[in-house]
């Protein structure tokens, strides 16, 4: 089953921002966040280990412009999608929130397939996009060049297209293990044909180009009935 993607509500209204997220929740896709001001948004965002897919912004926040604060996520170098979710829907109010650097404008009232098929639609442009760039461990991981680079020793690795997608897997998974079925399914689709062996000479072969030592992993880890990445050394760059 695929890692749920993590979204970011910033909504002053506390009862529209909670049946949001149930909604969300509901379909087991995505996993959400709350915020009820720019202030409480820009905490969560900074705060140790923060992961976030998408936001999903309110206009008329009680501290902010949600324009004015999207434009500051852009100047921060936050790249992930910002679709927002408001009532001023007036052709001039939809032009300012796509200047101010969101990916998309949805007006209230919406329909949720249409906002998560948004969403869904954002993710998709963004994950393929220069700007899907990951931090883990000395590398920076860049999926949509499949490639890694290592600043420090100054050199780039080269990945496959199944090497790129275990990582970027791995990577979704936040720390967390994957079972090797759930890996497999991910990385080849259903194939009767396959078996754990492919699986687990992609990843010996991805441990010959992430680790300073392969016979001592500390970034790709085995866990029981599948893998993971290291928590600790691993962090979310440019998003």
Known sequence: MPVPRHILII????ALRATLAEQILSGGEFSADE????????AKLASAGARYDAILLDVGLPDADGREFCAKLRRDGRRMPVIMVTGADAEQDVIRGLDSGANDYLAKPYRLPELL???RAQLRMFDNSEDATFLIGPYVFRPSLRLLQEA???????LTDKECAILKFLYRAGGK??????LMSEVWGYNSAMTTHTLETHVYRLR???EADPGEPRLLLTEYGGYKLDATVFEVASR
């Open 35 to 42: 915020a009820e001001s720019a202030a409480e948004a820009e």
């Open 177 to 182: 293990a994957v079972a090797r079925q759930s």
């Open 208 to 210: 010959q180009k992430l």
């Open 117 to 119: 098929a948004r969403v």
């Open 11 to 14: 909504e002053d209204d506390a």
């Open 152 to 158: 420090v020793r100054n050199r780039k690795i080269r």
